[in-house]
């Protein structure tokens, strides 16, 4: 754990009286780029949720755990520092296809609707499953997140 994740961690649990120490640090994407454009959408409230693959986390390929609600992010930058706290609020678990314009626009990005949210995800999701030699269905699982800032430096 980087010196960062545990100095704001630390503040955090200090200023709300939090006793335990049960969080997962990550950054969104999978580029210091992405990482930062969508931590600076968290960080003006236009994103409040975030999508993944189900199958990853059933297979054990993902490197957090699933989310569950409750549940402590730190989120980072793309220079891998601490910059927020969020708090899970919500976790559906929903085919693909079944996403709606609502999933779309808490993602906060592009123009916020589904459409955008398709075009921009499937491809992601294709060059991940990819990697595990999976295919992309719209029948896949998503784990759709939401999920509110508690605390950022």
């Known amino acids: 754990m980087n010196q960062s994740v545990i100095e704001l961690w630390t503040q955090f649990k200090e200023k709300h009286g939090i006793l335990h120490d049960y969080y997962e640090a990550w950054a969104f994407g999978d ?5 930062d454009e969508w931590l600076a959408h968290v ?20 490197e957090e755990t699933m989310p569950a609600v409750g549940q402590y992010s730190v989120l980072l930058d793309g220079k891998q520092h601490a910059q927020a706290i969020i708090c899970t609020k919500v976790v559906d678990v929903l085919p693909y296809s079944q996403l709606s314009e609502v ?10 609707t589904l459409k955008y949210w398709r075009q921009v995800h499937q491809p992601y999701f294709e060059q991940e499953l990819k990697g ?3 295919t992309f269905s719209e029948e896949l699982l ?7 800032v508690v605390f950022q430096r």
């Open 103 to 112: 999933h779309g626009y808490l993602e906060g990005e592009g123009d916020r």
């Open 132 to 134: 595990y030699k999976l």
């Open 43 to 62: 960080l003006k409230g236009e994103k409040r949720g975030t999508s993944s693959l189900h199958l990853l986390y059933e297979l054990g390929l993902e």
């Open 142 to 148: 998503i784990v759709y997140e939401l999920f509110v």
């Open 31 to 35: 580029s210091p780029e992405m990482a």
